[in-house]
């Protein structure tokens, strides 16, 4: 017979007393798991699948999801410890309301009211439009659709856009601008195999790890990789042709690509002729970019744009992906469309293996952007300013057309509107602009302008810290929906805990509000489940078609592909099969596109480029990762990365104090001497705050076509700081 667990006296009788204790939770505290939920990391557009253990209602830890097949069960370290932000300390878990320097609590009942009081006589005294309301990319699909419907129906105001116009904006116009839809072209599937993948602009390693482990399975079939960008970064270690380009002159280079290939012959005239229009204007600009003319802009010698040209003409299958890295540019746009002319050039898309996507940032960006909380777009992608969009929503939520305010501002425009005294209210959820908008001076000095400033968030992040009023949110595995991954995969994401504390989930908040402004029969629902039911109607006919996804057929195929636009559609993983484009004509179009400098030059004052980026540790502006004990531990604070050659110009040693300034500010971080960058560009990481803020640095240019920031090219000056009257000996290793 068993006779364990022995009590605690058994035990100091046959053991001792020392050997009594037993450990909070049992022996088997390890194993003791009320439940384990499949669900999703909260953070990259990867969106990998995990398994978060709950115990006594607390998320306690995180296990593989093997079956996901997706990523198998691997994570990074990201997803491994985001579990540990639940029950951290600075969890919001009441309302707050400003009282002198700090914040005072306040029931949720009286926080409302205060946000509609506030925000409506601000509007009665200017307008609807002195009232903006900015959203993010890391809620879900449910939560996206009602931020730009609360916006529209709930307050009125035409000003509504999201995080995401700092991130991807350029790729996605250049994609409907190619393609007439803005979606991944391919599953990740197809990546293992092709037989040369063309990486550019993209930390894959860092910043979408998983990926990294499908291109090591095409490297295992024999596929060449081409990678692009101003640093070797650990992906590009592995490359068969690295290409150092100097920080804004992709364009160029790519140009100069494409016109290597038409000289190799690997245009494909079929394709071109039976699928495509503008390939003859393409043709006549890139014939100006020989690779010999382009060599000292883009800083890569001639014949390794040759050596790219020819890879990619004697690969049969390519894949072309991209991120940021040549997306944050004041041309963000137009440098996307000179990639897509090389891909679509050499009929290199819509087939197994072979195909091109532009690698999805945050956890939603690409749901978040089709749902209508960008300023100018409705549910389904659809655009605001064609008549026949409109009026089928407008149908759809039962209002008449000119209900639905016109295009508004775009998240930077807002800032810049709060700055100039015309937008006077904001209400924020999901977004940190103080760390994540370019110029952060500048963004401060429009944060303290607001009459009245409402922040949604679980943190009390740096831009909460200027509310007038903060109300407590609630994490992703406090919340179920679904989201969409960089692959274009609607996958569920299921709830695992309750909110902490008086903490609301995002729809219950503005459904709250919305109720006060006498809109909560548009705008109050009793589940995600319900908004979701709401959202795949709206969306239907759209281009982001989500009619025949339900989230029965989510859980039964591991997500489903838009679009699918009926139950008895499969999805879409892989588009564009058979040439056929999303155009009303079938035909995807070539831009030509010419390159210019970036919008800031380096000079006698300022002469280095800076480039910003990420770091594996942490994720965005760190409101969540910075809270991470063990990711800190990785990485603690911002490095500036520079080559010894530059460092040695400037008497600036391994983990001396730098002062770097640009036009707009100054700060003070630690030099990381590295050969794996070129010397006329160093790189901060841009995840932490205040002082250590690399957007004190960056600039407020913008693409023309996108609004994307500039965030990849400013001019800046180092300085080495004496530490210790030791010029470069680094604080703390001095003997
Ligand atoms: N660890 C981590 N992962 C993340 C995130 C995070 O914050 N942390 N954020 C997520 C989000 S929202 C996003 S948008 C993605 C971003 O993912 P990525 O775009 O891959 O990341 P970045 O570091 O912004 O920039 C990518 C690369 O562009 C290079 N680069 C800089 N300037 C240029 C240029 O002019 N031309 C070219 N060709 N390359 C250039 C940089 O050196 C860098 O290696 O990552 C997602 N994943
Ligand atoms: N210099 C420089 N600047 C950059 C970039 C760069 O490469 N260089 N990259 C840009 C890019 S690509 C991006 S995507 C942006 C991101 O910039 P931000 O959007 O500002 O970054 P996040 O850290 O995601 O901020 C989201 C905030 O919302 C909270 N939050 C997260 N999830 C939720 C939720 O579900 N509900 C609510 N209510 N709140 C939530 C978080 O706690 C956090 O405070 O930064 C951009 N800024
Ligand atoms: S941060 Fe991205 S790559 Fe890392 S585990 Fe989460 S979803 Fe996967
Ligand atoms: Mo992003």
């Known amino acids: 017979m068993a006779t364990l667990p022995a009590s605690p006296e058994d035990l100091a009788a046959r053991h001792g007393p020392h050997l009594a204790w037993e450990p909070p939770g049992g022996f088997a505290a390890r194993s003791h798991i009320d439940r384990r939920v499949e669900t999703h990391c909260c953070f990259c557009g990867q969106q990998c699948g995990v398994k978060l253990l709950v115990r006594d209602e607390q998320v306690v830890g995180v296990e593989p999801w093997e079956e996901f097949p997706f990523n198998r069960g691997k994570l990074c370290p990201k997803g491994v410890k985001r579990y540990l932000q639940n029950n951290h300390p600075d969890r919001l878990l009441h309302p707050l309301v400003r009282s002198g320097d700090g914040f005072a609590r306040l029931p949720w009942d009286e926080a409302t009211w205060q946000v509609v009081e506030r925000l409506q006589r601000i509007q009665d005294r200017h307008g609807k439009d002195s009232v903006a309301v900015l959203g993010g990319a890391s809620i879900s699909n449910e939560r996206a659709y009602l931020v730009g419907k609360f916006a ?48 550019t602009g993209s930390n894959v390693s860092e910043c979408s790890p998983i990926t990294t482990d499908y291109i090591w399975r095409a490297r295992d079939r024999g596929a060449k990789l081409v990678v692009v960008d101003p640093r070797l970064t650990p992906i590009a270690r592995t490359a068969d042709l690295f290409l150092p380009v100097r920080p804004g002159t992709d364009l160029a280079l790519m140009n100069a690509i494409l016109h290597a290939v038409v000289r190799l012959g690997g245009v494909d005239e079929s394709f071109v002729e039976r699928h495509t229009t503008g390939f003859d204007e393409v043709l006549a600009t890139v014939m100006r970019y020989a690779p ?18 020819r890879l990619w003409v004697q690969a049969p299958r390519t894949m072309l992906l991209h991120a940021r890295g040549i997306e944050h540019h004041s041309k963000g746009t137009d440098t996307v469309l000179s990639c897509i002319n090389l891909v679509l050039a050499t009929g290199r898309i819509g087939r197994p293996g072979c195909g091109y996507a532009s690698i999805t940032g945050q956890g939603n960006g690409q749901g978040a952007r089709e ?12 655009d605001i300013e064609n008549p026949e969009h409109r009026r089928h929503i407008a149908d759809f939520w039962g209002v008449a057309e000119q209900e639905i305010p016109h295009t508004g501002a775009t998240a930077p425009q807002i800032m810049e509107k709060i700055h100039a005294g015309e937008i006077r209210g904001l209400l924020s959820l999901c977004f ?23 922040a949604i968030d679980f943190f009390l992040s740096e831009t909460a810290q200027h509310a007038d009023l903060v109300l407590p949110g609630a994490l992703q595995e406090e919340d179920e929906g679904t989201v969409t991954s960089t692959e274009g995969r609607v996958l569920r994401v299921r ?15 503005l459904g709250a509000i919305a109720e006060r402004l006498g809109r909560g029969d548009k705008l ?22 989500y009619g025949g996804i339900t989230w029965e057929r989510i859980e039964a195929q591991y997500g489903v592909f838009w679009p699918c636009p009926n139950e008895s559609h499969a999805g879409t993983p892989r588009l564009f099969e058979g040439g056929r484009f999303y155009h009303p004509d079938g035909r995807a179009r070539l831009h030509p596109v010419e390159h210019r400098p970036p919008a800031e030059q380096v000079s006698a004052e300022y002469p280095i480029w800076l480039t910003t980026g990420r770091v594996v540790s942490q994720f965005l ?17 911002p490095r500036v990365e520079i080559h010894p050659r530059l460092a040695a110009q400037l008497g600036i040693a391994d983990g001396a104090r730098v002062r770097v300034s640009s036009r707009r500010g100054t700060i003070e971080l630690d030099a990381q001497v590295v050969a794996t960058i070129r010397p006329d560009t160093v790189f901060i990481p841009y995840h932490w705050p205040g002082a250590l803020a690399a957007n004190q ?5 913008y693409d023309p076509d996108s609004g994307i920031p500039e965030f990849k090219v400013s001019a800046v000056r180092l300085e080495a700081i004496a530490t210790r009257g030791v010029v470069g000996v680094p604080a703390g290793r001095a003997a």
């Open 152 to 199: 529209r129906l709930g307050l009125g105001t035409r000003h509504v856009d999201y995080n995401g116009r700092l991130c991807m904006v350029a790729a996605g116009t250049a994609n409907k601008k190619a393609f007439g839809i803005d979606r991944a072209a391919n599953p990740w599937a197809d990546i293992p195999l092709a037989d040369l993948i063309f990486v």
């Open 292 to 309: 010999e003319d382009v060599e000292r802009t883009v800083g890569i010698p001639a014949a390794r744009i040759w050596e790219a040209a």
């Open 371 to 382: 749902h209508g909380q960008r300023c100018n777009q409705l549910p389904g992608a659809r």
């Open 432 to 454: 940190n602009p103080l760390v994540s908008l370019p110029d952060a001076n500048f963004t401060r000095e429009a944060l303290e302008r607001l009459d009245c400033f409402v």
């Open 495 to 509: 709830q695992a805990v309750a909110p902490p504390g008086e903490a609301r989930r995002d729809w219950e908040i």
């Open 524 to 545: 109050k629902f009793s589940s995600s489940r319900e908004i979701f039911a709401e959202l795949r109607e709206a969306s239907r006919g759209g281009i982001a078609d």
């Open 621 to 637: 502006s760190g409101t969540q990762t910075r809270r991470i004990g063990p990711l800190v531990e990785l990485q603690d604070r």
């Open 697 to 701: 640095l960056t600039q407020r240019a």
